[in-house]
């Protein structure tokens, strides 16, 4: 399902794209139909740096649960970030 709502924010991290490693600065997730992923619709996060062009970009279109898993593997190593090792 298309809901043509998007999340924009910025970043602060690298992405490796066509030509090499680049800083990205702002991020795009939002449902739509994949360009490319087996799906009829995806996830789709772009990861971008629009002061280098359009081509500075790296995407990725999932599948939903493949999302879900993916965002909730972040939060829990963000989570064992913050975990201090008993001494």
Not at 17 to 45: E, F
Not at 59 to 66: N, T
């Amino acid at each position: 399902m298309c809901t043509y709502l998007t999340k924009r924010l910025e970043v602060v991290g690298s992405g490796k794209g066509a030509t090499g490693w680049m800083r990205v600065t702002s991020a795009s997730v939002y449902l739509d139909h994949p360009a490319h992923a087996p799906a009829d619709h995806t996830l789709n996060v772009d990861l971008l740096n629009p002061a280098l062009g359009p081509a500075a970009r790296v995407a990725l279109e999932l599948e939903p649960q493949s999302a879900r898993q993916l965002a909730e593997a972040i939060l829990e190593m963000l989570a064992a970030e913050t975990v201090t090792p008993a001494a």
